[in-house]
């Protein structure tokens, strides 16, 4: 459900959406999911290693780093800071970060001194040894120790 914004200031955020070394794709699908209606976007900010969209709704932004997570694989990281005090009430503003992995599900990977396959990436990443096939469950704030191979 969408909520009224119609008395809120056409430059009124409630979340940062960051996203950093992305590709066009990651763009694309943010721009679109935006169209649609559900996500208002007070305003764009280009800078050096990516974008900073400053989005109307807190829980629909956080949604929206799920969805990217789950889509093109990578880091998510969410915060939240006491904004101001409304009614006795805290409001807090959400910085949600996503950072893509340079390497997608199936590419081949250098992980512990060994090939590995990417089988798949969401919340976690999931690499198969690609000579013993065991399975590895790598966390995404171990990527560094991943490499991508260059065949």
């Known amino acids: 459900?969408?909520?009224?914004?119609?008395?809120?200031?056409?430059?009124?955020?409630?979340?940062t959406l960051q996203l950093r070394e992305i590709s066009?794709?990651?763009?694309?699908?943010?721009?679109?999911?935006?169209?649609?209606?559900?996500?208002?976007?007070?305003k764009v900010v280009e800078l050096k290693n990516g974008l900073d969209y400053f989005m109307s709704d807190n829980e629909l932004t956080r949604g929206?780093?799920?969805?990217?997570q789950k889509r093109f694989g990578g880091e998510l990281t969410?915060?939240?800071?006491l904004h101001t005090k409304k009614d006795g009430k805290e409001l807090y503003r959400v910085t949600v970060l996503f950072r893509p992995t340079p390497f997608r599900k199936g590419d081949l990977v250098m992980y512990g001194g060994e090939k590995h396959v990417v089988?798949?990436?969401?919340?976690?990443?999931?690499?198969q040894n690609s000579k013993t096939g065991k399975k590895e469950h790598i966390k995404y704030r171990d990527v560094k120790l991943i490499r991508e191979v260059m065949e």
């Open 119 to 127: 089988r798949a990436m969401g919340k976690d990443i999931f690499l």
């Open 1 to 15: 459900m969408v909520r009224d914004l119609t008395n809120k200031h056409p430059k009124y955020y409630e979340a």
């Open 64 to 68: 929206l780093g799920k969805q990217l």
């Open 78 to 81: 969410v915060t939240a800071s």
């Open 24 to 42: 066009q794709d990651v763009v694309d699908y943010v721009e679109k999911v935006c169209a649609k209606g559900e996500l208002k976007v007070a």
